[in-house]
């Protein structure tokens, strides 16, 4: 039962990281903490959507905030998820580009 439950975790954070604004708070994040209307600067979008997003993310354990005076920052919880995602990047990428070149010789 407990193994079940480490993987209904992982999904969890996978679902985190299937969503394209999810991606794109997170790339904005790489760079270091910011508000909720730094986000929102940063991708162009609206602070309620974003507001949504990063509470979901948070819950989910993927971010972490901290208020100072009536802000609040967010940031990601463990650098290493930065690192996880560059990885798949590269695997997206370079499975790509193969299978590219493979239908290229096809036609």
């Given amino acids: 039962m407990e193994e ?7 999904a969890e954070v996978y679902k985190v990281l299937s969503n394209p604004v999810r991606l794109m708070i997170m790339e904005c994040l790489r760079e270091g903490e910011k508000t ?3 986000i929102a600067t940063c991708l162009k979008l609206g602070k ?5 997003h990063l509470s979901y993310m948070k819950a ?5 905030s ?4 009536k802000k609040v920052y ?6 290493r998820i930065f690192e996880a995602l560059d990885l798949f990047k590269k695997v997206l ?4 580009i193969k299978c590219s070149q493979i239908m ?3 036609f």
């Fill in 66 to 69: 901290r208020k100072e005076g």
């Fill in 74 to 79: 967010y940031y990601v919880s463990d650098r």
């Fill in 36 to 38: 909720v209307s730094d």
């Fill in 60 to 64: 989910v354990g993927v971010l972490c």
């Fill in 48 to 52: 309620s959507g974003i507001s949504q």
């Fill in 93 to 96: 990428f370079e499975r790509f």
């Fill in 104 to 106: 290229d010789k096809k």
């Fill in 4 to 10: 079940r439950r480490s993987y209904e975790l992982q």
